[in-house]
């Protein structure tokens, strides 16, 4: 009989926040650190989370604050007063991240922020890949062709997500990334991925899960309320199960 390997289950949640103004543009902080907190979110990815000012802490540290111990943050855009990227906030280790620019020049600055996290019990770190693409589908495809490159850097053992908002309405992404083993998380339940934009009433699949070496997954439903009020996205979550020898 092969021997059992250990097992951690995890959800994980993507949203693009916003620069924390919703729908009212009023400051959402509070109640979006509420209800991510309501999903249980072992792991949130964040695009358009605003970082420090003099004044202020930087949103994605007030999201995590006494619920995500560890955290990342990719500066995509900096201004006069204030800057904002992407963001991983993690029960667990984060062992390294660094942020690649993907920014088209003339066009509004993009990122990929990529982590490796040390997950209890299991011998392979976790690689993710927070991800905002570009608006247009020329900069996409080459924004693509940079992540491709990206996941060639992971070791094809190690368990990886690629999550984000990748701002792929004509949902060519799939077609991309398939051939190096992801697959997204909603169309390999449900046959398409799932609408997240604009959060009153999603009509486009912008944001996006995709895996690569983990044993089990399945999507998490997403109610309109409070979302809608939140962000011009809604999020997008997963339950996910790996697996691995022990070190």
Request: with cysteine; charged share 20%.
């Amino acid at each position: 009989m092969p021997p059992r390997h250990p097992q951690l289950s995890l959800k994980l949640l993507t949203i693009n926040v916003h620069k924390g103004v919703g729908l009212w543009r009023r400051p959402i902080l509070k109640h979006l650190r509420e209800a991510v907190a309501m999903v249980g979110a072992d792991i949130v990815c964040l695009q358009e989370v605003r970082g420090g000012t003099p004044a202020a802490v930087p949103q994605y540290e007030a999201l995590a604050d006494g619920l995500w111990p560890q955290h990342a943050y990719g500066r995509n855009a900096a201004g006069p007063t204030s800057d904002h990227g992407n963001a991983v906030l993690s029960r667990w280790p984060i062992l390294f991240t660094r942020n690649h620019d993907v920014t088209v020049p003339g066009d509004e600055a993009r990122g990929l922020l990529h982590c490796v996290l040390a997950l209890p019990g299991l011998a392979q770190d976790l690689q993710l890949i927070c991800v905002h693409l570009g608006l247009r589908e020329s900069h996409r495809r080459w924004q693509l062709d940079r992540l491709l490159g990206l996941v060639a850097t992971v070791p094809d053992s190690a368990p990886l997500i690629v999550a984000g908002d990748f701002n792929d309405w004509r949902q060519r992404a799939d077609r991309i990334l398939s051939p190096v083993g992801l697959h997204e998380v909603h169309v390999r339940h449900h046959g398409s991925p799932a609408r997240s934009f604009p959060a009153r009433w999603p009509v486009l699949a912008l944001d996006r899960i995709y895996l690569r070496g983990i044993a089990a997954s399945r999507p998490l439903p997403m109610p309109r309320r409070p979302w809608r009020a939140l962000s011009d996205h809604v999020p997008v979550a997963a339950a996910l199960t790996l697996e691995g020898a022990v070190a």
